[in-house]
């Protein structure tokens, strides 16, 4: 699969494979293209696990992994990622998984191994929210969740080692609409939120830029304009797409991390520039030679570099202004 032919961009031998070997699975997975919710979300769960075992590094030791509940819509699952090596309170980020707004889940092997690593690497503790998933729980749901969740957070600070003062949020893909929701829900309520970290973002539920037809056939994600719509459900685009927000100044710092290859690439790019409009710092990183799932492809370089880069930035954003702000090795 190389070549404009086949809608393919130059990639990387191993993400290539990666493709290869995701199309080979799925084809023998019942269910993947299940018109019922649950069903599509176990296969796309069992999919995930064996991309993961194949595809991503096992965080090294050092990490404890909590299980915990948080309040949300009800009692919600989530997970701590801490290094064992810390004590006190810890800088902390309340994580948001991918998963197309429909599936995804905390359990799933590569959410696991990369919340881990990238506890162990930058110092910041991760707390991974086992969210609300459309159909039956459409937006906002999930972003009245994490906002639930970042509340019950800012009272247990001490139960949970969480320094109030550096409490942020992030997510991937899915998860990072969600986490920049947030933030402006979090922006609107008046409570300071540290920074938040929004890693190949979908910015709007709407296609934008060229991007997105060039780039949907790498990705797998021909039918994203459906999900987007499945989550959205209606709801107005300036109150669900974070990029069509009437305002975006005050909000937190931002990183946001975007793959070359990424039909979403566009759109994130232009959510960086309407906060650096708006007066909020933004760091901004495009991730050469990924596509949209990429950066969890650990056993290649290209994904470690990314790792990398992220969590050198995490360490930085985290880091006490009197600490220096430079990432564990």
């Known amino acids: 699969m190389t070549g404009s032919e086949h809608g393919i961009p130059p990639l990387a031998a191993p993400v290539r494979e990666w493709i290869r070997r995701a199309e080979e699975l799925s084809a023998a997975i019942p269910g993947i293209d299940s018109d019922e919710p649950a069903a599509r979300r176990l296969a796309a769960w069992e999919l ?11 965080a090294g030791d050092g990490v404890r992994v909590d299980e915990m509940v948080v309040a949300g819509g009800g009692l919600l699952r989530a997970r701590r990622f ?45 707390i991974s929210l086992e969210y609300r998933l459309a159909p039956e729980h459409p ?32 997510g991937n893909s899915a998860g990072a609409t969600i986490a920049a929701s947030t933030a402006l829900r979090e922006r609107d309520a008046g409570r300071a939120l540290h920074h938040q970290t929004l890693e190949v973002l979908p910015a ?23 999900l987007a719509d499945v989550y959205r459900a209606g709801a107005p685009l300036a109150e669900a797409s974070p990029l069509e927000a009437s305002d975006h100044r005050d909000l937190p710092p931002a990183l946001i991390l975007v793959a070359e290859f990424d039909p979403l690439r566009d759109g994130a790019v232009a959510y960086a520039g309407a906060l650096r409009a708006a007066g ?16 969890g492809v650990t056993r290649w370089q290209g994904a470690r570099d990314w ?20 990432a564990r090795p």
């Open 204 to 226: 709007t539920l709407r296609p934008t830029g060229g991007s997105f037809t060039r780039y949907r056939r790498a990705s797998g994600m021909e039918g994203a304009e459906v």
């Open 82 to 126: 801490r290094p064992e090596s810390a004590s006190g309170l810890l800088p902390t980020m309340l994580w948001l998984h991918g998963g197309g707004w429909v599936g995804g889940t905390i359990d799933e092997i590569v959410n696991e191994r990369l919340c881990a690593d990238r506890a162990l690497r930058s110092g910041v503790q991760l």
């Open 307 to 326: 790792r990398d880069a992220l969590t050198a930035e995490l360490a930085a954003a985290y880091a006490p202004l009197s600490v220096s702000t430079t």
């Open 139 to 170: 937006f906002p749901a999930a972003v009245e969740d994490a906002v639930a969740a970042l509340a019950d957070l800012r009272l247990r600070t001490d139960e949970l080692g969480i320094d109030p003062s550096r409490l942020g949020i992030g």
């Open 280 to 295: 909020v710092p933004v760091t901004l990183r495009i991730g050469e030679g990924h596509v949209h799932g990429s950066p």
């Open 48 to 58: 995930s696990d064996l991309l993961a075992l194949e595809f991503t590094e096992p």
